[in-house]
């Protein structure tokens, strides 16, 4: 019989062995209270691989003596959930309440998740979901009203040596006593694993098979287990938006290493570069500006590079690119404009176009009077006119408010001409 892994084998037994988790298990916490009440709430545990959600799930089905059911929505559909609903209205009948804990919970779809609302309002299972996906995005609002969120956080390098020590020391694991590991392999396992237990104790196991019979496992033996570190970075979930976010601000904050390095990340874990190109266009608008005007065009250039050249040549003109951005003055003028201009129009819908800047294609118009009074503004020095370009509510309204820094202050200047112009025509 093949033997289970050495990430189920050595499962924690109880909350005292969970590892890299003391916050949520905190006196006073929720998970806590539970633990010592021995009575558990529909909730959903959202963290990264390898942190102790399905752990913590079955840890809380003993505790408060329920039976323990477990979906995965990759693999479940309707009919398994409907077979595990019925074993719990007849657990139900007979005193005895069921945990149904669902892992990747976000991949059910919306009827999907709206099918367990009912049975957890009546109390046929407490619903434990387990997602690495943001439950505030990934889970319909009825059935998150219905859940407690508790975070994890990766399992920092403290709590995966402790893990490592009980793989090594335990006999349960199979590896006990057997095996020794240096300083370097340790450090070089606790990388590698960034934060995941399963990752940590799967190479550790791989790096004993490697070994043979027993000895020293070298750092050498890990990286070859390991095959190549992982970068922990999931394009379809929340580490992308979490690294392109990381990315921006390091922009808009002008510190040109941590937008490389951030960039870098991207890249390392496999990101199409075409995201970072379009993150740097957004930025080059939003907040350099017209600060330096150039800058869009030259993120709009290392956008058009990446798709002439592809990898790995494309990705000089994108660090071009980025370092321009993070070091160009910075101005959100045009941003600040923008929320003006919308925020006032929502509240004036219902004004007309003056009669004189209205369109007059046909003769109807014309006779309407639309276009009749316009001044050409190139028929007079300047080519400036003073004439009213919005309604008379609006006269005196500001949406541009022009910054002082790199190139808007000439942009400034000739705001500012052309207003004393306009100052001068009304007086």
């Known amino acids: 019989m093949t033997r289970a892994p050495l990430a189920d084998r050595l499962r924690p037994e109880s909350i005292e062995q969970v590892c890299g988790q003391d916050t949520v298990l905190a006196p006073g916490s929720l998970l806590r209270a539970a633990f010592d009440g021995g009575t558990v709430t529909s909730l959903v545990l959202w963290g990264p691989p390898g942190t102790g959600k399905t752990t913590l799930a079955r840890l809380l089905a003993g505790r408060s003596g329920m039976a323990f059911e477990a979906l995965s929505a990759v693999t479940s559909g309707v009919k398994d959930v409907r077979a595990v609903i019925a074993r719990a209205k007849d657990r139900r009948e007979e005193g005895q309440g069921t945990l149904l ?9 919306r009827a999907q998740q709206d099918a367990f609302l009912p049975h957890i309002e009546d109390g046929t299972i407490v619903l434990v979901g387990a997602t690495t996906e943001n439950p505030g995005f990934s889970l319909i609002g009825a059935l998150l009203s219905r859940l407690r969120v508790v975070t994890l956080q990766p399992i920092d390098d403290e709590g995966l040596g402790r893990i490592l020590d009980r793989a090594l020391a335990e006999r349960v694991s199979g590896l006990a006593g057997a095996y ?37 496992i070298g750092a050498d033996v890990v990286r070859e287990a390991a095959q190549t570190r992982l970068t922990a970075y999931d394009r379809s979930g929340d580490d992308r938006y979490d690294l392109l976010s990381a990315f921006h601000k390091s922009l808009r ?88 201009a919308r925020k006032t129009a929502a509240a004036h819908m219902e004004l007309p176009v003056p009669i004189h800047i209205r369109n007059a294609p046909t003769r109807l118009a014309r006779e309407l009077g639309h276009g009749k009074a316009y001044r050409y503004p190139h028929d007079h020095p300047h080519a400036f006119v003073e004439q009213a370009y919005v309604p008379e509510e609006l006269a005196d309204v500001q949406l541009y408010e022009p910054g002082d820094v790199g190139e808007e202050r000439e942009t400034k200047k000739r705001w500012a001409w052309w207003r004393r112009l306009r100052e001068r025509g009304t007086s």
Do not use: C
């Open 101 to 109: 804990f669902v892992d990747e919970i976000h991949r059910f779809n």
């Open 180 to 216: 020794t590991l240096d300083d370097a392999a340790r450090d070089t396992l606790i990388a590698v694993a960034a934060g995941d237990a399963r990752k940590l104790l799967n190479v550790l196991e791989s790096a004993a098979a490697l070994t043979g019979e027993g000895g020293a």
């Open 253 to 340: 904050g002008s510190d040109v290493d941590a937008a490389l390095f951030w960039m870098g990340r991207m890249l390392e874990g496999g990101e199409d570069p075409l995201v970072i190109a379009r993150r740097l266009v957004a930025m080059a608008a939003e907040d350099v500006g017209l600060a330096d005007p150039g800058a869009l065009r030259i993120a709009l250039d290392a956008q058009q590079a990446i798709q002439f050249l592809g990898q790995p040549e494309g990705e000089l003109p994108l660090t071009e690119a980025v370092v321009y951005l993070a070091t160009a003055p910075k101005s959100n003028s045009v941003v600040r404009a923008l929320g003006a």
